[in-house]
């Protein structure tokens, strides 16, 4: 894994990995089919080793899958689907 800095995560469009699969964390600085001021505010929040951490909802993830419109995004949105069927 190479050098995280600070301004790897101000730059649009960017994704730092963190970790090896499957355990590796994306963090991404951008989505598809949804603004920003939109995601932060469904935003779901946890605090995580006393960091605050905002994570996209999913309901808005399902949205930017949706956006991307990949074979393996639209079989992603299929599965969570279904599983919100099963809560």
């Known amino acids: 894994m190479g ?3 600070a301004g790897d995560f101000s730059k649009a ?3 730092v990995q963190i970790g090896v ?5 994306d963090i991404i ?3 598809s089919g949804l603004t920003f001021d939109e995601a932060r505010q ?3 929040v946890r605090e995580i080793e006393g960091v ?7 309901s808005d993830l399902i949205r930017n899958k949706l956006a991307i419109g ?4 639209i079989a992603d949105v299929e599965l969570l689907k279904r599983n919100l ?3």
């Open 42 to 44: 469904a935003a779901i």
């Open 21 to 25: 699969a499957p355990r590796r964390v």
């Open 52 to 58: 605050t951490v905002p994570i996209l909802s999913v």
């Open 70 to 73: 990949r074979p393996k995004d």
């Open 3 to 5: 050098h995280i800095a």
């Open 13 to 15: 469009d960017s994704v």
């Open 29 to 31: 600085t951008s989505v």
């Open 85 to 87: 069927k099963n809560l």
